[in-house]
Nanobody, 123 residues
Framework: QVQLVESGGGLVQAGGSLRLSCAASGRTFSRLGMGWFRQAPGKEREFVAIISTSGDTTDYADSVKGRFTISRDNAKNTVYLQMNRLKPEDTAAYYC????????????????WGQGTQVTVSS
């Protein structure tokens, strides 16, 4: 089992920044592919960013590329999402997810999920 706890969400004005954190426990973190996904009301959960076990490989949704950065610290069992130049359309609940089998853009392939943290961007 893997437990994931997100933090760092909040209310920010357009153009501002937030840093999300996701602390993992219960399994060897360095063997987990990690991802960030988001879900706005009435919409399907969507891919934001993913990072491989070593951190060498990352991938981003086109909508956040160049503004968001995913990273991980295996010594601290934590994955981060630095979000810059935020836009109102980034408003959503953000979830981190873990997959022992690697990384994927498909949220359906992730076995473990955090409870989510709300990000609200005002215009």
């Amino acid at each position: 089992q893997v437990q994931l706890v997100e933090s760092g969400g909040g209310l920010v004005q357009a153009g501002g920044s937030l840093r999300l954190s996701c602390a993992a426990s219960g399994r060897t973190f360095s063997r987990l592919g990690m991802g960030w996904f988001r879900q706005a009301p009435g919409k399907e959960r969507e891919f934001v960013a993913i990072i491989s076990t070593s951190g060498d490989t990352t991938d981003y949704a086109d909508s956040v590329k160049g503004r968001f950065t995913i990273s991980r610290d295996n010594a601290k069992n934590t994955v981060y999402l630095q979000m810059n130049r935020l836009k109102p359309e980034d408003t959503a609940a953000y979830y981190c997810a873990a997959n022992p089998g690697g990384i994927s853009r498909s949220y359906r392939l992730y076995d473990y999920w955090g409870q989510g943290t709300q990000v609200t961007v005002s215009s």
